[in-house]
């Protein structure tokens, strides 16, 4: 069974504005079972500006599971709100990262400084994936955040 995943905003971000070669989203939902999340798809919809944006995010939402939120992930994400306010660092990847850990599911991300404040999450390098094709590779090189 493939490993399940989470996907941030900027990877879907880049796949809908690549026009040549294979996408990080498109080589990530070949080696494992992709998943996002309701506030990565609420950012998403935030900056599309256009009807044609908005199909193109729908699109591309409609191949992974979405996640929300249900008590457990209500009650992470409480505990990791209120740190992240203590450290003045609430943002959305706060919330993504609590549904993260809430699931026990790692995120793919190019920018892993979005979730540094958020203890617990696992990240996943886009960068470094993009360079591999390797599942172990990948995840012996995951950064796990203290």
């Known amino acids: ?3 399940k995943i989470v996907i941030d ?3 879907i971000l880049a796949h809908l504005a690549q026009t040549r070669g294979v996408s990080l989203l498109r080589k990530a939902m070949n080696m494992f079972f ?3 999340t309701f ?6 919809f935030s900056i599309a500006r256009t009807k044609k944006e908005v199909e193109a995010v729908e699109q591309a939402l409609q191949v992974m599971k979405i996640l929300g939120v249900n008590p457990k992930s209500s009650k992470t994400m409480a505990v990791h709100l ?3 306010r203590k450290r003045g660092k609430t943002t959305i990847g706060t ?3 609590a549904v993260c850990i809430a699931g026990g599911l790692p995120v793919l991300t190019m920018h892993p400084d979005r979730f540094t ?3 617990g999450i696992t990240i996943l390098s886009g960068s470094e994936f993009s360079r591999t094709t390797s599942e172990k590779k990948l995840f012996k ?3 796990k955040i203290k």
């Open 1 to 3: 069974m493939a490993q």
């Open 9 to 11: 905003t900027d990877i």
């Open 34 to 36: 992709c998943y996002t």
């Open 39 to 44: 506030f990565n798809a609420m950012e998403l």
């Open 82 to 84: 209120a740190a992240a």
């Open 95 to 97: 919330f993504v990262g």
């Open 117 to 119: 404040h958020v203890k």
């Open 141 to 143: 090189q995951k950064t």
